[in-house]
């Protein structure tokens, strides 16, 4: 069984596996498979049409799915690797061990941007930036320049404290728990995590950036906190809503797959630290 | 002309241009060379040595068509340096664009600044929804 640590906690064997095993999906192609999916799904998701990857109920089921996609591929090239996952309320500098040589580099020089350290700086060759909104075809980031500040952990803790999965009109200016995480509302989780990173990870084609996938397994685990915090509420909308992937509907583009298939993560992976249930919380 | 025949002949390619939408398109172009006449709300702007070229939404034209599989009428057009900036409206009135898709803007004016400063000089690729190289 999988079992997804905190980045901050891995063994070095561990980061080189891990990041050996990016450049290797990176070499064969699948790597960018990964990043036009996700393009293609930011463009199309729209607050008034079909939505279904972002600003939607579906963001967070759909982010599952692609990361539980992802992993699999990944632990087809070592069957020892899992996605880490890197929490931004504890490690919210750019001097973070995330960041250093030996794992995903650090941020980009003033000029342009450019990644000039570790395995995926374009210098080192093996990770160019092929499906790109632009003509740069070199790792960008900007640590803390697009926003000032990381979420705090009392800010996440607000965000979970919502029992209310999600609220209509189902899209980013929705109220509710699956909104203010993915930060279209509220003190703004998820996306202000996009805007800290920068380069790339601002953008439509973000999982060029290998953090995406550290980024989006913490924002999983956040679900999954939720649920245990509030075993009484679900995924919602329950049924019969236009352009939202209901709690039963299939979810492109596997379309194999619903939201209720991925409500709990222990049929596929668990985490270093599960979550505690709220009975269990509330005796501490 | 160059760029913005090839932004037609990769809207066509797709499928998503009517003939209607070639006309508008061309319409605009022509628009955008004659300020005698600008429509409310169009940009045409220099900013940081870049052009940016804003022309409103034209109600059924569909000019706009396909980008986000289904022809949504009332968004503008946004060029920086004749080719295309993909750009999406939110619920609440605020914008982003695929080159700052996750932080919102109050106008597509910032939004096309905030393009040009995040592209620092680089050419936007051609308006290809699943993604390419430039």
């Known amino acids: ?284 | 002309m160059n760029k913005i025949t090839r932004r037609q002949a990769l809207g066509t390619a797709a499928g998503a241009l009517s003939a209607l939408g070639i006309a508008g398109a061309t319409a605009h172009a022509a628009a955008a060379d004659s300020r005698a006449s600008i429509p409310a709300g169009t940009v045409d702007e220099v900013y940081q040595g870049r052009r940016i070229q804003i022309t409103p939404a034209t109600s059924g034209a569909g000019h706009h068509g396909g980008h986000h599989g289904g022809g949504h009428d009332g968004l503008p057009t946004v060029r920086i340096d004749g080719r295309e900036l993909h750009v999406m409206r939110n619920a609440d009135g605020t914008w982003i664009s695929v080159v700052n898709h996750y932080e919102t803007f109050a106008d597509p004016t910032s939004l096309a600044r905030a393009a040009v400063r995040e592209l620092q000089g680089a050419v936007l690729a051609p308006f290809a929804p699943m993604g390419g190289t430039a």
């Open chain 1, 1 to 284: 069984m999988t079992v997804r640590k905190n980045q901050a906690a891995l063994t070095p064997e561990e980061k080189r596996a891990f990041t050996n095993a990016l450049l290797e999906l990176k070499r064969t192609g699948v790597y960018d498979r990964f990043v036009t999916t996700h393009n293609g799904f930011i463009m199309a998701d729209t607050d008034s049409g079909d939505r279904v990857g972002h600003r939607s109920p579906s963001f967070l089921p759909w982010h599952r799915r692609f990361l539980l996609e992802f992993e699999a591929a990944l632990q087809k090239v070592d069957p020892k690797v899992s996605l880490p996952y890197w929490d931004w309320t504890a490690d919210r500098t750019s001097r973070s061990s995330l960041w250093a040589a030996d794992f995903l580099g650090g941020t980009g020089r003033a000029r342009d941007g450019q990644v000039m350290d570790g395995p995926f700086a374009y210098a080192a060759g093996k990770f160019n930036v092929n499906v790109r909104v632009d003509g740069r075809a070199y790792l960008r980031r900007a640590l803390g320049e697009g926003v000032a500040e990381l979420p705090t952990k009392a800010e996440v803790e607000a965000v979970l404290s919502m029992p209310v999965y999600d609220m209509a009109p189902w899209n980013s200016s929705s109220n509710g728990f699956r909104n203010h995480l993915e930060g279209w509302r509220g003190a703004n989780l998820h996306n202000r995590v996009h805007v800290w990173v920068g380069g790339q990870m601002a953008t439509g084609v973000s999982p060029n950036d290998p953090v995406f996938w550290m980024h989006h397994a913490y924002v999983d685990k956040l679900w999954a906190e939720w649920q245990a915090r509030h075993p009484k509420s679900t995924y919602l909308p329950a049924a019969g809503t236009t352009n939202v992937v209901d709690l039963n509907d299939t979810m492109r583009p596997w379309n194999d797959v619903t939201p209720a298939d991925l409500l709990d993560h222990r049929k596929f992976y668990t985490f270093d630290a599960e979550p505690v249930p709220a009975a269990a919380a509330s005796q501490r």
